[in-house]
DNA sequence: CGAATTTGACCAGCGC
DNA sequence: GCGCTGGTCAAATTCG
């Protein structure tokens, strides 16, 4: 039911297209579906190989073609904010945006419910990191659930899906998962499979599924956040491992970064199937995504995903398999 | 024997 | 109101 709105709400957006426009340039995009109180949304994000950033770059429907360049040098993190259909002056429409975020949200309390959930659908964030420039497309699913009138309705932690291929249906992810449930899939051979942190004062919830598009993709949705350092992963290994970036991201968030942590412990169990095949197919230049999309009658999260020639040993070693698979940045906004 | 998994039952939300 | 579906519970079973 939420997939399907979701698809209703990607069309009504035109991010669509949009998605379909940049695949040939886009490196990587995952799909993030966020949930909190009786609001939620669904996003893709996209690394884009491009040094150049131009508002005009991201503004629908009709954006320009991308040209990847080489990687840049570390570069101090940026976080830029802005809305579709840009400012007349592009190129000074970056700025910096937690407050303008805010300011934005504030905006819209004036306005009427249409007009906000318009405006929240059309905001979007460009991030660059190491000198990657990260695109976030934040849309609502088309609805809110519901507010109950007595607002009675639970309330859900924030979650956060990603895919990954890997013949190994749980990944390991630096925690300890105890699995409480287990339920047949509409319209999908496999099953969905519930786990619960075991740590008891920590309420973190994943579900894990194949889609049934490519059974070598395996969904993982995580719900709510880590009250405990990872039982499994001692800090140490971690610092040593991960650039800092990665670090502070988790850090600072308290979020689990789950491909990044799944990446980092198929190094260290020395998985190596899995391991190539993540690598493979993870490392930015290989992976090509025709975006967010979810335009599968049957309901699925993936449309379409293309595997590119293995070109990009150089930006796996530099960017560390893109660990910030989520910049610090955008977990913090939510 | 304790921990983890399996699996059918149950419940809540939602659409018709 | 009813049926469908997603999510959770908990007893039974399996595993180490």
């Known amino acids: 039911m939420e997939r399907k709105e979701a698809i209703k709400t990607e069309e009504t957006v035109g991010s669509s297209s949009f ?47 991308m040209a990847p360049s080489a990687p840049l040098p570390p570069t101090a ?52 990191v190491d000198g990657f420039f990260w695109v976030w497309s934040l849309f609502l699913w088309g609805f809110r659930l519901k507010p109950k009138k007595t607002n009675q309705k639970r309330q859900r932690e924030p979650r956060f899906a990603f895919m990954t291929k890997s013949e190994v249906d749980h990944l390991e992810d630096g925690y300890r998962w105890r699995k409480y449930g287990q339920k047949a899939v509409k319209n999908s051979p496999f099953p969905r499979s519930y786990y619960r942190c075991t740590t008891s004062s920590c309420n973190v919830k994943k579900r894990v599924e194949r889609s049934f598009t490519d059974p070598t993709i395996v969904v993982t949705t995580y719900e709510g956040q880590h009250t405990h350092p990872s039982p499994v992963m001692p800090r140490q290994m971690l610092a040593g491992a991960l650039p800092d970036s990665s670090l502070s991201a988790g850090r600072a968030t308290g979020f689990a970064m789950p491909m990044q942590r799944s990446l980092f412990c198929h190094y260290q169990q020395q998985q190596r199937q899995v391991q190539q095949s993540l690598i493979h197919n993870l490392s930015p230049s290989n992976f090509a995504c025709n975006g967010g999309g979810l335009t599968n009658p049957a309901g699925s999260y993936l449309r379409e995903i293309r595997f590119c020639n293995p070109a990009g040993s150089a930006l796996l070693r530099d960017h560390g398999l893109l660990q910030d698979v989520v910049p610090s940045h955008m977990l913090k906004e939510e």
Do not use: R, W
Request: with cysteine; net charge negative; aromatic share 8%.
């Open 19 to 65: 998605s379909d426009h940049i695949s040939d340039s886009c490196q990587f995009s995952g799909i993030f579906d966020f949930s909190e109180g009786d609001k939620s949304s669904l996003g893709f994000m996209e690394l884009l190989g491009v040094q150049d950033y131009s508002p005009s770059l991201f503004d629908l429907p009709h954006p320009p073609s």
């Open 77 to 128: 993190v940026k976080e830029c904010s802005e809305v579709l259909n840009p400012p007349a002056t592009p190129n000074s429409s970056i700025s910096s945006a937690s407050s303008e975020a805010v300011n934005d949200h504030e905006q819209t309390k004036a306005v009427d419910e249409e007009e906000e959930e318009q405006q929240e659908k059309t905001k979007k964030h460009v991030f660059e």
